[in-house]
């Protein structure tokens, strides 16, 4: 069955610094990942997205991420966080063959002034 | 110009009653969806209709009932309300075969509290 993990429930990092947010998935064949980002009160907004071609990914907002096929992974990356990306975190896997995306538990972001 | 929008944005009311949520979307998407997101922020599908034809049906009370008049909206209809209805409430849509390419566009949600 197809599954999304993002192992960690809180991660805290100062504004500045670089960001890494895990996310692993279990799927057959090759996947189609996302990334979304819910700021506190909002909707979930689009970060990016992969299903073909290269593995780095850009997105918007300074956010990248990469897919590992040998590991299972979609790591979102950025090299320097500032507060206003203080928000709620959710790493996505689809196919295109039906019409629903598996969805992470989410990674809640926060920056330290 | 907002591409999916719900209504209400909030809703409080009593255990028991009736009420609804209404969405529309105005992105030509054929593909719409509820999802529920609980207090640790869990989002948990519902629903989905394509072209007005139930294609996902999670298992949900039937106290819940979506009605989608047309492709561009999707409301979902609680009756007697419960404590444990008390969530966030995501509308979305998406473009049949073409999620790969788009994701989906989602709806500012709805937080219903049920006191």
């Known amino acids: 069955a197809q599954s999304v993990t993002q192992p960690d429930i809180h991660i805290t990092v100062s504004e500045g610094a670089s960001l890494e947010l895990r996310c692993n998935y279990s799927y057959g064949a090759t996947p189609y990942l996302f990334w979304y980002v819910q700021s506190p009160g909002q909707g979930l907004q689009l970060l990016l997205k992969?299903?073909?071609?290269d593995t780095l990914v850009q997105g918007i907002k300074g956010f990248e991420a990469e897919f590992k096929r040998s590991q299972s992974s979609f790591n979102l990356r950025k090299p320097s966080v500032h507060w206003s990306d203080a928000a709620e975190y959710f790493c996505a896997v689809g196919a295109d063959s039906n019409y629903q995306l598996i969805w992470g538990a989410g990674t809640k972001l926060i920056i330290k002034p | 110009d907002t591409a999916v929008s719900q209504t209400p944005k909030y809703l409080v009311t009593q255990m028991g009653n009736d009420k609804s949520i209404k969405c529309e979307q105005n992105?030509?998407?054929?593909?719409m969806y509820w999802y529920k997101q609980d207090s640790k922020k869990f989002l948990k599908i519902m629903f989905s209709?394509?072209?007005?034809?139930?294609?996902i049906n999670e298992t949900v009370p039937n106290r819940f009932s979506p009605k989608s008049p047309d492709k561009a909206h999707l409301n979902l209809h609680i009756n007697s309300l419960e404590l444990g209805d008390s969530a966030v409430y995501f509308c979305a849509s998406s473009q049949r075969g073409r999620t790969a390419d788009y994701g989906y566009t989602f709806g500012s949600g709805t937080r219903l509290t049920v006191v």
């Open positions: 992969y299903f073909s071609g």
């Open positions: 209709y394509n072209n007005k034809e139930l294609i």
């Open positions: 992105l030509g998407h054929d593909t």
